[in-house]
């Protein structure tokens, strides 16, 4: 089993950054390879934001997000994090890491992960 902990989410204005960070821990972390970030607002599902592989570091972002935030992993560390600039209103939410073995990234889904933070809010407000 692989344990995540996500660190570094809080209130902000619209317009401003955060980062977020996700520990990584565990026996079988090996097995792992890719990790990323959804995110989960009030009344609404689970919705991918970003994506990075393990080895190689190749990418992948939802549309709502390309080019304000950026994914990347530092291997020493067993850590990803989420760089989130131009925040927007619509991007509060409850920010969750997670890590697993997706076949294609252009087309990952929440069932290509089987290990989950307990997630981190991020309010931005107007």
């Known amino acids: 089993q692989v344990q995540l902990v996500e660190s570094g989410g809080g209130l902000v204005q619209a317009g401003g950054s955060l980062s977020l960070s996700c520990a990584a821990s565990?026996?079988?972390?090996?097995?792992?390879?890719?990790m990323a970030w959804f995110r989960q607002a009030p009344g609404k599902e689970r919705e991918f934001v970003a994506a990075?592989?393990?080895?190689?570091?190749?990418?992948h972002y939802a549309d709502t997000v390309k080019g304000r935030f950026t994914i990347s992993r530092d291997n020493t560390k067993n850590t990803v994090y989420l760089q989130m600039n131009s925040l927007k209103p619509e991007d509060t939410a409850v920010y969750y890491c997670?890590?697993?073995?997706?076949?294609?990234?252009?087309?990952?889904?929440?069932?290509?992960?089987?290990?989950w933070g307990r997630g981190t809010q991020v309010t931005v407000s107007s």
């Open positions: 990075i592989r393990w080895i190689g570091g190749r990418t």
């Open positions: 997670a890590a697993g073995r997706p076949v294609f990234m252009s087309k990952v889904t929440s069932d290509d992960f089987g290990s």
């Open positions: 565990g026996r079988t972390f090996d097995s792992i390879t890719a």
